[in-house]
């Protein structure tokens, strides 16, 4: 059933317009905080955001007003050693988070953290679409919802009874993705031409937004120039150097 579940995921970014209450929001963060977390730091904070002013700000500063102003929640995942100061200074002492090993575990502390949120909404009947246009302007996003020195926002989560059922995308399969006792590139060469024909395919056939693309082609074309290169100067400002 958990399987069957997890296997069933697909992005849904048009929601009907039902709210979920913050029982219900306070129930998913509960069941998130049960991830995994690096040496028990929970290094993570979310921004369930209320107000409706705000989410029009946000859906302008992340370029996606369709999901911020209709999904019934939005949730702003942050990377979080904030509280953990706080937690040291209670003993007197100050930490030092400055440094690349401490982004790795708040970034994956938080990771961790969203996609138990969202195996617990999809488990309920709910949708979820991770948004990773939050970082399109990450401090005027940190200065609107006035995150501190320590808090980095990550990426957004809409949440909210689907009004559309998109169809699941073919993932890479499983050979491509394990390797057995050492890595294995030389595969690459016969799996990943079979697998752009899988997603031909489907870009071809589903349902909407059909495309005549493959998998190669758009991650060539998404990462041959760099992307958000203001990120360093930003995590720099919010504390984290990489001394």
Same mark, same amino acid.
């Given at each position: 059933m958990v399987i069957e579940l997890l296997t069933s995921h697909a992005s849904v970014r048009k929601y009907k317009d039902i709210p979920l209450s913050k029982a219900d929001v306070h129930e998913l963060i509960r069941a998130g905080q049960h991830a995994a977390s690096s040496h028990f730091v929970q290094a993570y904070s979310v921004i369930h955001v209320t107000d409706q002013e705000k989410r029009e700000q946000l859906a302008e500063l992340a370029s996606n007003k369709r999901q911020f102003l209709t999904a019934g929640a939005v949730l702003i995942f942050c990377a979080d050693y904030c509280r953990l100061a706080e937690a040291a200074a209670l003993h007197g002492e100050e930490i030092d988070y400055s440094h690349a090993e401490n982004m790795l575990v708040g970034a994956v502390d938080v990771a961790l953290f969203a996609q138990n949120v969202a195996i617990a909404a999809e488990s309920k009947g709910y949708?979820?679409?991770?948004?990773?246009?939050?970082?399109?302007? =990450?401090?005027?996003?940190?200065? &609107?919802? /006035? &995150? =501190?020195?320590?808090?980095?926002?990550?990426?957004?989560?809409?949440?909210g009874v689907p009004d559309e059922?998109?169809?699941? /995308? =073919?993932? &890479?399969p499983? $050979?491509?993705?394990?390797? $057995?006792?050492?890595?294995?590139?030389?595969?690459?060469?016969? &799996?990943? =031409?079979?697998?752009?024909q899988t997603m031909h395919d489907y870009y071809l056939n589903r349902g909407s937004n059909q495309k005549d693309t493959a998998w190669s082609e758009q991650m060539a074309d998404f990462l041959a120039q760099p992307r958000r290169t203001y990120m360093k100067e930003f995590l720099a400002k919010q504390g984290f150097t990489f001394n």
């Open positions: 949708g979820i679409c991770y948004i990773g246009g939050i970082r399109n302007s =990450p401090a005027e996003i940190s200065e &609107l919802l /006035k &995150l =501190p020195k320590g808090v980095v926002p990550m990426f957004a989560m809409s949440i059922a998109n169809e699941v /995308k =073919p993932r &890479l499983v $050979e491509s993705i394990i390797h $057995e006792n050492s890595y294995d590139a030389a595969k690459y060469k016969e &799996l990943l =031409p079979a697998y752009d």
